[in-house]
């Protein structure tokens, strides 16, 4: 299972804004000093909810960074926030940047409003646009499909019905570059339409996976209430299971055994068949042990040699003992030139890191060299193996290896 992640710098200092705000409870005004945290910001004030319903002015260009309805809830924020409706925070919430403008429109407009209710994403998309506030005033007596033509999504019923079906949790710059994939693709928009609800694993897995759009796994999916983290554990299962059977060489035919599955854990059992079956001909195909009371020592051997030190895989058999080990097939990216497996193990279990080395910056961390990072029973990382891998140009030069890849 994936583990939450824990807050970035960013949020940190964000948060800490919390404790620099003062609610001016007689004039219905929240001022946010920034000034001992963004000092770029200075200090803004922000009305009530009350007050954004009687406000005749412009609304305000606020900081779009600022995360005001995720800060902790001290005093101050909180006398500001009580006055909010609860649905109205959440649906503010969901969006990683732009919420007290999503929250002053949805407060100083009715039609706004409504948008929040059935289709926040639209309402966000809106308000975050390079339109002025004259030329958002003027759509929002119009029809919907009308406004979503103006800020560049497609002028179709389809597009509305799709943002009135969206049932997301948290939305971010990934979500969103998923959401426009299934909008500007008319055969993905036309297929979603059957659905009553898309979650975040059925939009996922129609951005990432169109082949599985209208399955009865991706039906399935859209009925269940799901997590970010859960989203994120299925898209790597997915990935993990097409990557083996075009490995496999399987047919059209047999791939389609994925979207007839109903649950996640049906998927699973089909990778684990598969698996197996693709170490036995990896194994025949290298001349490598892979069953046997050999085959057990050896792995044995091999897992308690691991550390909490990474170390670089060169051997085909101890990648054989790693995939058999953590059920995944470290092998499938041996296309690349320079590929790069560590191991290392820690409290949590054994892990391993696949890198491209021809991507590889030592001067920069966690650089977009890494392919993938695997654990026991195929998991995916926590925070505290993300940071290891962070580490991996240092791995490279403790090792002596630097020289030879650069």
């Known amino acids: 299972m994936l583990q939450k992640m824990p807050p970035t710098a960013q949020a940190l200092k964000q948060n800490q804004l919390a404790q620099h705000c003062f609610w001016d ?41 600022l995360k005001v309805l995720d800060w902790p809830q001290f005093s101050s924020l909180a006398d500001w926030r009580k006055l909010i409706p609860k649905w109205v925070q959440d ?70 019905k799709f943002l009135r079906n969206l049932r997301l949790r948290m939305v971010d710059e990934h979500v969103l570059k998923m959401v426009d994939v299934c909008l500007m693709d008319h055969q993905r928009l036309t297929a979603l339409q059957g659905l009553p609800r898309i979650n975040s694993m059925a939009l996922s897995l129609a951005a990432l996976f169109p082949d599985l759009i209208g399955s009865r796994l991706h039906h399935a999916l859209a009925q269940l209430p799901c997590r970010p983290m859960q989203c994120q554990s299925m898209v790597a299962l997915f990935q993990d299971i097409y990557a083996l059977a075009e490995w496999l060489g399987f047919s059209e035919k047999e791939r389609d ?98 890198m491209d080395l021809d991507r590889l910056n030592y001067e920069q961390r966690f650089h977009s060299n890494v392919v993938r990072i695997r654990g026991g029973k195929n998991s995916l990382p926590g925070a505290k193996q993300l ?20």
């Open 91 to 160: 649906s503010c919430a969901l969006f990683s940047t732009h919420q007290l403008t999503l929250l002053h429109y949805a407060g100083k407009y009715p039609q706004v409003l409504e948008l929040l209710d059935h289709a926040p994403m639209l309402a966000w998309r809106l308000v975050s646009s390079t339109l002025e506030e004259a030329e958002i005033v003027a759509l929002l007596v119009g029809k919907w499909q009308n406004m979503v033509a103006q800020i560049g999504w497609p002028n179709k019923k389809e597009t509305v």
């Open 25 to 65: 409870a007689c004039d219905q005004v929240l001022w946010i000093d920034c000034r001992s945290v963004f000092p770029d910001l200075g200090v803004f004030s922000v009305l009530s909810w009350d007050a954004f319903m009687m406000d005749s002015s412009n609304i305000p260009q606020y900081p779009s960074q």
């Open 387 to 406: 940071a290891m891998v962070s580490l991996c140009p240092q791995w490279f030069r403790k090792q002596n290896r630097l020289k030879s890849y650069f």
């Open 257 to 354: 055994k994925i979207g007839q599955c109903r649950y996640l854990i049906e998927v699973n059992e089909w990778y684990q068949k598969w698996l197996k079956h693709a170490i036995e001909r990896y194994a025949q195909q290298h001349h490598l042990m892979f069953i046997g009371s050999a085959f057990e020592h050896a792995q044995n051997a091999f897992i308690k040699r691991l550390s909490n030190v990474p170390v670089l895989l060169t051997e085909k058999q101890d990648r054989l003992f790693l995939s058999q080990y953590q059920q995944h097939a470290w092998w499938l990216e041996e296309s690349l030139s320079k590929p790069g497996l560590w191991a290392w193990s820690d409290d949590d279990g054994v892990w391993g890191a696949l």
